[in-house]
């Protein structure tokens, strides 16, 4: 999750999660600032002709980005409510392919907690919604629905669209699940980071170093932009990591293949 979190406070859940995703819309889509510095970030690795992978699209504004920059995009969302209105901006761009599919270590299906008045952070990992609760800046969020949803893995998503040139996973709290799934190095890939889960930002950097030698970057919140030259190695992100500040709640860790 990253930037505004989309409260609502409209009786029906029917009515907050349309109310959020509005939100979202707007926050994602009409800010010029954000996606000029988005642009930027992703014109240093996006080139025409790239495949990326966009996991945990929401409403698919990273996607937009990338087919900005020429990319082809493979894009999935699991909320059906939120791969409605990413079918709807996205899906007659031949350069994206869009499935309502979570990811994970296995395939099959598996429990999607809601979170109606901030789809943002739906989760498939119960231990994201325990770390968050009691924490500042976390109050009044609830996950009181649940759906079945599809999941895939990314061994099955490279099998059948071929090594991407970058995966964004934004997964809340199910990255190390998601990353599970792939078994070799890629050339680079970003992971979300939570303040109050940096066990698991901590976990997917090893996982990634047992599948070979990586350097590591870091954005914070919504500034899109890399903060370290030269990058870091494990240590020193897991270190880090380990320092963020609390009022830091979230990022993204850039992973690149040595």
């Known amino acids: 999750m990253h930037g505004d979190q989309e409260t609502s406070h409209s009786p029906g859940q029917g009515h ?3 109310r959020a995703i509005g939100r979202s819309l707007s926050v994602y889509y009409r800010d010029r600032a954000r996606t000029a510095r988005m642009d930027r970030l ?42 409605r209105a990413l079918r709807l901006i996205h899906g007659r761009n031949a350069c994206a392919t869009l499935r309502p599919h979570a990811v994970g270590q296995h395939g099959g299906a598996a429990t999607l907690h809601l979170n109606p008045r901030n789809p943002t952070v739906a989760t498939l990992a119960p231990a994201f919604i325990a770390a968050a609760r009691n924490v500042p800046g976390w109050e009044g969020q609830i996950w009181d629905g649940q759906i079945e949803v599809p999941v895939t893995t990314l061994d099955a998503l490279i099998a059948e669209f071929g090594v991407p040139d970058f995966v964004k996973i934004d997964v809340e709290g199910h990255e190390l699940a998601a990353l599970q799934g792939l078994s070799r190095a890629l050339p680079l890939l970003s992971f979300e980071v939570t303040t109050h889960q940096r066990a698991v930002a901590r976990a997917c950097i090893d996982h990634l170093q047992g599948l070979g030698p990586h350097a590591f970057n870091l954005s914070l919140g919504e500034e899109h932009r ?7 190695c ?22 690149r293949r040595l």
């Open 16 to 18: 907050d999660a349309v």
């Open 42 to 83: 992703h014109a240093s690795f996006i080139t025409p002709g790239a495949l990326a992978f966009d996991i945990g699209a929401h409403v698919g504004d990273r996607t937009a980005s990338f087919l900005r920059l020429g990319a082809s995009v493979v894009a999935l969302e699991p909320q059906p409510r939120l791969f």
């Open 226 to 232: 890399l903060r370290y030259r030269p990058w870091l």
């Open 234 to 255: 494990a240590k020193q992100m897991c270190e880090v990591v380990d320092t963020l500040p609390a009022a830091a709640n979230s990022g993204d860790i850039y992973a």
